[in-house]
Structure formats: structure tokens, C-alpha cells
């Protein structure tokens, strides 16, 4: 704080906020899983679904991309 009484505002950059949100989130994912496991189970999965759902449709859009580019200039002139 300052003499005047307004805060100081850090600016970090975003691997130390991630770095602290992801030991927030699992101190209380282990505290809550004290009081019922299932819950942690949910809060966990619902941490990774994003992640595993990218993954899972990342293959899908490349597979799309190479067969949309895979026929040459040639090909697609002897086609029409």
C-alpha cells in the first residue's frame, strides 16, 4: 500500500497465476475430498474435460484439412 492508501497493482506474468491457481485448486480438491470423495472426483474431471475434449477433436480437424488439400493442381483440373 502506499502512504495514500491506494494498492499497488503487480503485473506477472501468466505462468506464476497459473502455477498458483493449480495449487489452490488441488489443496482444495484434497481438503473437499476429506469431507466427500465424490466430489473431488467431479471438481477434478471437470478441471480436465476441456483439455481431453481439444484432444480428442484436434485429430478429427487435421484429418479434415489433409483431405481437403490432398488433391494437386493436376488432379483437380482433370476432375472437372
Known amino acids: 500500500m502506499t502512504q495514500n492508501g491506494n494498492a499497488l497493482i503487480a503485473i506477472t506474468n501468466g505462468g506464476s497465476e497459473k502455477m498458483i491457481n493449480k495449487i489452490i485448486f488441488w489443496v482444495f480438491a484434497i ?3 476429506f469431507v466427500n470423495p465424490l466430489i473431488t472426483f467431479g ?16 485429430p478429427c480437424k487435421e484429418e479434415q484439412e489433409t483431405e481437403m488439400n490432398s488433391f494437386s493442381d493436376d488432379v483437380m483440373e ?3
Not at 48 to 54: D, K
Open 31 to 33: 481438503i473437499l475430498g
Open 43 to 58: 471438481l477434478i474431471i471437470l478441471y480436465y474435460l476441456p483439455g481431453i475434449i481439444q484432444d480428442l477433436c484436434n
Open 78 to 80: 482433370e476432375m472437372k
